[in-house]
């Protein structure tokens, strides 16, 4: 794990909320442009410039109202968050992402929803859209690893997105799909996980106001190495139950398939829950290291979100489903 220390990070690189704010204000007087051209034609701050190589030919949204569950902990450098990514798909390694993925064409893309649902079928990423108001949240992201972000995500409730396709009474849980292309994800190659990256929550927990589908952050739309053109985002859960480039969403009546808790289940449960009380099978959870940040921090229970989702666990023993 690489984590830049304060003397290597130039001046140039640390942003703050004013910055980022600011950034916004330009945006939103810029309307609807393409990152790329904005950053080459009008001369901007250095955030938007690397934004521009971060996330080539992605689109800025305009203003967004934000959510009241976002954290007013300092956003995590845009920088950091573009490149220190995981995502096995384009390669192992945190750099691998960003360098690999870029030729990733998430344009026309489309999710198929099946089992306990009356609404089955394949939608186009427009249809899942069209009725969301897309809202910015700034959520908090700990990695099973012991890092953790502060991200300010683009997308709306998946509450909501699902409540359209109207699952049954036997839909217990939800599974989420990444795309499985080795020619499109490079990564899929080589079996170092069982393709597709399978994800899955029990159905309550889908439903929480906080569980969100996300298809931007820092205000414009996601870059490809953090899961374009449609991730989940699970602020209460280690990071890797925010399933990246969803192609496919089934109600299931059993549990479903988690990867990391097929490859390797006794260090990776179902549940996943972010938990200092309880440690990973080889470190501890007790603390983590804010990205930006040299000293490390306490982990809270549930990454902060206690108050909002520990009733959804009232009575379960968090040891034995962790
Ligand atoms: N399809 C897919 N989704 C994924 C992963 C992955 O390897 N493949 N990695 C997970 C892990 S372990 C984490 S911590 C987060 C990281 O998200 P970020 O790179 O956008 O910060 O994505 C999650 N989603
Ligand atoms: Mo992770």
């Known amino acids: 794990m690489l984590i830049k220390k304060p003397a290597d990070i130039k001046p140039s690189e640390i942003t703050d909320q004013n910055t980022y704010l600011n950034r916004r204000a330009f945006i939103r007087d810029s309307g609807l442009l393409g990152v790329g051209i904005a950053a080459s034609v009008m001369g901007l701050p250095w955030s938007k410039q690397s934004w521009a190589e971060a996330a080539p030919g992605k689109r800025v949204?305009?203003?967004?109202?934000?959510?009241?569950?976002?954290?007013?902990?300092k956003l995590t450098d845009f920088d950091d968050a573009t490149s220190y990514c995981n995502f096995y798909e384009f390669g192992t390694r945190k750099s691998d992402p960003k360098e690999n993925s870029q030729a990733f064409v998430t344009s026309p893309w489309s999710v198929t929803v099946d089992g306990a649902c009356e609404k089955p079928g394949t939608?186009?990423?427009?249809?899942?859209?069209?009725?969301?108001?897309?809202?910015?949240?700034?959520?908090?992201?700990?990695?099973?690893?012991?890092?953790?972000?502060v991200i300010p995500w683009v997308g709306f409730s998946l509450g909501d997105a699902l409540k359209r396709f109207q699952p049954?009474?036997?839909?217990?849980?939800?599974?989420?799909?990444?795309?499985?292309?080795?020619?499109?994800m490079p990564g899929q190659k080589r079996r170092v996980l069982e393709w597709p990256y399978r994800e899955g929550l029990r159905i309550d927990e889908a439903m929480h106001p906080l569980a969100m589908l996300a298809v931007g952050m820092y205000g414009a739309e996601l870059p490809n190495q953090n899961g374009a053109p449609l991730r989940l985002v699970v602020p209460w859960k280690y990071g890797f139950k925010s399933i990246k480039s969803i192609v496919r969403i089934s109600f299931t009546e059993e549990e479903p398939v988690s990867t990391w808790n097929q490859v390797q289940p006794s260090e990776y449960g179902f549940y996943s829950n972010v938990n200092p009380t309880v440690d990973h099978s080889r470190w501890s959870q007790k603390k983590e290291r804010r990205i930006g940040n040299w000293l490390k921090q306490e982990t809270l229970m549930f990454n902060g979100y206690a108050d909002q989702v520990a009733s959804l666990y009232s009575g379960m023993d968090l040891k034995k489903f962790f």
């Open 123 to 149: 939608y186009t990423l427009e249809d899942i859209l069209k009725p969301h108001t897309l809202e910015e949240r700034i959520y908090r992201l700990r990695c099973v690893e012991a890092w953790s972000m």
């Open 168 to 184: 049954t009474s036997k839909a217990k849980y939800v599974s989420f799909y990444t795309l499985h292309d080795a020619e499109r």
């Open 61 to 73: 949204y305009p203003a967004l109202a934000k959510s009241n569950f976002s954290t007013d902990e």
